[in-house]
């Protein structure tokens, strides 16, 4: 892949490629995309931004527009739009996620941490949404909830690692994989998860900021892939009652001149020191960090998953290494699609630095809490965020709060059909 300003400017002149999509990440990680055409792009575009947008877009407050300057090293050619390379791009401001991660990078330089996420997401063939002033209600449909031609009961659906006669979503995977590859993204594993119709990619273990990158690109590949046979792909962590949650899974190690800090020197431990220290500060922030890693009204909505989250090996665990200390890694369950990546993977990293910085024990028996909803996940944050110091000010804080508050407040005035049910005949 080409990496420098020079290699992609001259990649560019010599394919002849025509449109330039640069693509951002608003506060609350929605991917927005700008197309200017090819020609307009030079040296001075990777240093003082390739164009400016209107604050508001970044969900920001009012003022000047800022520039968006791109990051050579995330040149890609849009696979369905053989004409059109992408770039990833930072904001001029101070609020911007991708700067976020980037005062993180910068801030520790004693190791560097990798970071592959396990991301689920379902694929349905319509979605159809009933919203008024007065109700709310959403029904899907797919080719894999095949329903009997005798009796019209729905037929069993593909499970998760089923396979390829019953997994109906296989070819949009393959077709993820294919596009991920092309885009510079490591895809260590694709299959069928435990819901009908849902699905998991694996990504393999990058640094940090490009950790962040393959997710929104994976994000804006399966939504893609998914459209083009038709089909629409969705991140939200619940669409069902009757569905399992999707689920992001946080798999992190640390490095230093090509050493795994993670590996134990000594045997007999399956982490070490350092590795311990790094999960009791994730632990002894889990709540305040659920406002970053669960920040949807979606998030808290299966009360059995948040009993079960009680024991701690469900919340973090030390996987097995399959690669020797390449492998050693901790790994972090309390996480869904709905992240935004650049602030959750700085923050998940900042709170395992202040484990590290305060020498914190680790207590594998230690019976977990986790918030029952977004609006305990911030009340959390808001009398625990130290530990955010110098990466988060406290203005981009407050306006990720304030922004969270405003969904739950939007959530809580709209009337739901289950309430209807519930509460019609009393």
Request: proline share 4%; net charge negative; with cysteine.
């Amino acid at each position: 892949m080409a990496s420098t300003v020079e290699d992609v400017l001259e990649r560019i002149n010599a394919d002849k490629y025509r449109w330039v999509d640069i693509q951002y990440t608003d506060v609350l990680g929605n991917l927005k995309t700008v197309t200017i055409p090819a020609k307009s792009l030079d040296t001075a575009s990777f240093r003082e931004g390739a164009i400016a947008v209107d604050r508001k877009s970044l969900l920001y407050e009012e003022g000047d527009h800022v520039a968006l300057i791109p990051d050579p090293s995330s040149f890609a050619v849009i696979p369905w739009e053989p004409s059109t390379v992408r770039f990833i791009a930072s904001a001029s401001a101070p609020l911007d996620p991708r700067s976020i991660l980037e005062k993180m990078v910068s801030k520790d330089q004693k190791q560097a941490f990798s970071i592959g996420s396990e991301i689920d997401f379902y694929i349905m063939d319509a979605m159809v949404t009933d919203a008024s002033k007065f109700s709310y209600g959403a029904y899907f449909d797919a080719r894999e909830l095949a329903v009997s031609q005798y009796d019209g009961r729905l037929e069993r659906p593909a499970r998760r690692f089923e396979t390829m006669n019953a997994d109906l979503g296989r070819a949009v995977r393959l077709q993820i994989g294919d596009y991920a590859d092309l885009c510079g993204v490591d895809v260590v594993a694709l299959h069928h998860e435990s819901g009908r119709l849902q699905h998991e990619i694996a990504l393999g273990r990058a640094p940090l900021l490009k950790a962040a990158d393959d997710f929104m690109t994976v994000k804006h590949l399966t939504k893609n892939s998914a459209m083009l046979v038709g089909a629409m792909a969705t991140f939200a962590p619940k669409i069902s009652d009757s569905e399992p949650m999707s689920e992001v899974h946080i798999n992190v190690s640390a490095w230093k001149e090509g050493e795994n800090k993670f590996l134990d020197a000594e045997e007999g431990k399956p982490l070490s020191q350092m590795g311990y220290y790094f999960l009791a500060g994730i632990v002894d922030h889990m709540r305040a960090l659920s406002a970053f890693l669960l920040p949807s009204t979606l998030s808290y909505k299966d009360l059995t998953r948040a009993e079960r989250l009680k024991a701690m090996g469900a919340v973090v665990r030390i996987p097995a290494p399959l690669k020797g200390e390449a492998d050693k890694r901790v790994e972090y369950r309390l996480a869904d699609p709905t992240i935004n990546p650049y602030i959750a993977y700085a923050a998940f990293v900042a709170a395992g630095l202040d484990g590290i910085s305060k020498k914190l024990s680790f207590d594998s028996k230690k019976e977990v809490v986790p918030p029952r909803s977004l609006a305990e996940s911030l009340s959390s944050l808001l009398s625990d965020h130290d530990f955010l110091k110098g990466i988060m000010s406290d203005d981009a804080l407050h306006t990720y709060i304030e922004l969270k508050e405003n969904d739950i407040n939007e959530v809580h005035s709209r009337l739901s059909g289950f309430e209807m049910t519930k509460y019609q005949n009393i």
